[in-house]
Structures are given as structure tokens and as C-alpha cells.
């Protein structure tokens, strides 16, 4: 479903997707200089959707903004620019009739992956968990004391600072984090089968951390972390 969400005080472009027996529903952050149109994010979210996850991908930035950061890149690493359209996104996410009494995902790729963090750390009564793909996390800064939601930190092991820095991330976060290496994988995880890795560790690791629907009627709010 193609839709328009205000955000920022601007208007941003997405796309809301919401399989049959949805469990929840996951919105996408995507990394510097990348869109909604992400094949990366794109097979991910396919994936996500077959496992009953609804997702929602959107642009960060506006067409102006976007024409302007690849030319300058003044906004792929405004980290707080990137975190207010994301909470709006999330804010938009909660009054969606099809998936408003859900539980919502975020998964950051890159960039993408901080404001997830900022998100996630500024709204834990809206978000029941993070995957991080590759992510700048660092980025976060002190939020990530405040992280409550479980995450996941996925890095190729070939992506050795992205893996320092996500390992020093996980020691900041208060509740349950871990962090995954794909064997062989670089930064954009190109390398045969590595993409897949990640879209199956991200899919369990939002199942598991999501209520089922029956549990969702008795109240229950997610995982006791």
C-alpha cells in the first residue's frame, strides 16, 4: 500500500505491506544515501513478510533533500534529523488501522541503524525490538543507555571496525543485545548467501521478541527482558 506520511513537518513517501495472520510489523531505516527502493532492505522485508511481518519502508528525506544530499551528503549522517522522521514514521505506524494493535520492529541499516537505536531509546512503549544491519550505532551516542528494547547487532565479519564498534554498542545497552557475524561478509553483505543470513537472524529474532495475536488479546506487552 502505497502511502504519504507527515513527518518532520514534511511529507515522505513509503510503502506499507501487511501479510495475512500479521504478528507485527517492522519499519525500515535505511543507511546513507539509500531509499525506500533498498534492494538490500527490499529482499529483507520480503522475507519478514512471509514469516506473517508486516513492514513498512519509506524515504527518510524528501526528493529535494535527497537530490541535494548526493551532492553534498549534509544529511546522510544528520543523525537527528534521520531519528525525528523516523519517530514520526513510528507515530504514523501506531494509527494504522491494520496494524495500530500491533507491535512494531525497526531495522537500521547503516546510519539508518542509529536513529533506529535514538527511536527505539525515545519511544520503548511503542518498540518491541531492533535489528541492526551493518550498522553506524556509535552514532547513538548516550541514547543507547536508554535502549530498552531487545537488538540484534548483525556485522560481516569481514567489516572489522563496523564489528568493533557494534561490540562496544552492545556492552552500552541496559537489556538484552547480542551481536551476530556472518562469516565472509563485508559491509554490504554482496557476498553469496550472506544477505539471506541476515534476513532469517532479523526475522527470528522480531518473532521471538513479538507476542503472538492470542497472548496480544490477554494484555501481554512483549518479553520480559
Known amino acids: 500500500m502505497e502511502s504519504t506520511i507527515t513527518s518532520d513537518g514534511v511529507a515522505l513517501f513509503g510503502a506499507l505491506e501487511v501479510p495475512k495472520a500479521v504478528r507485527g510489523v517492522v519499519a525500515f531505516a535505511h543507511g ?3 531509499s525506500r527502493f533498498s534492494r538490500r532492505n527490499n529482499a529483507v522485508a520480503a522475507y519478514l513478510r512471509e514469516g506473517g511481518l508486516g513492514t513498512l519502508l519509506f524515504d527518510l528525506l524528501t526528493a529535494e533533500e535527497d537530490r541535494r544530499d ?39 541499516s547503516s546510519t539508518g541503524a542509529a536513529a533506529a537505536l535514538i527511536v527505539a531509546a525515545d519511544m520503548p512503549q511503542h518498540i518491541a525490538a531492533v535489528v541492526s544491519r ?77 507476542p503472538s495475536r492470542k497472548s496480544s488479546a490477554r494484555g501481554h506487552q512483549g518479553l520480559d527482558h
Do not use: Y
Open 134 to 210: 551493518g550498522g553506524r550505532v556509535d552514532l547513538a551516542g548516550d541514547w543507547l543507555e536508554r535502549v530498552q528494547a531487545p537488538t540484534l547487532f548483525i556485522v560481516g565479519g569481514l567489516d572489522t571496525e563496523v564489528l568493533r564498534l557494534n561490540k562496544a554498542a552492545r556492552e552500552r545497552l541496559p537489556r538484552r543485545a547480542e551481536v551476530v557475524v556472518v562469516n565472509r561478509a563485508t559491509h554490504l553483505f554482496e557476498e553469496p548467501g550472506a544477505l539471506e543470513q541476515v534476513a532469517e537472524l532479523a526475522r527470528s529474532w522480531f518473532l521471538d521478541c513479538m
Open 70 to 108: 548526493a551532492v553534498t551528503r549534509e544529511h546522510r549522517f544528520d543523525i537527528p534529523l534521520l531519528s525525528r522522521r523516523l519517530a514520526g514514521a513510528v507515530a504514523w505506524l501506531a494509527e494504522q488501522e491494520p496494524v495500530r494493535q500491533l507491535p512494531i520492529g525497526l531495522f537500521g
Open 32 to 34: 546513507s544515501g539509500s
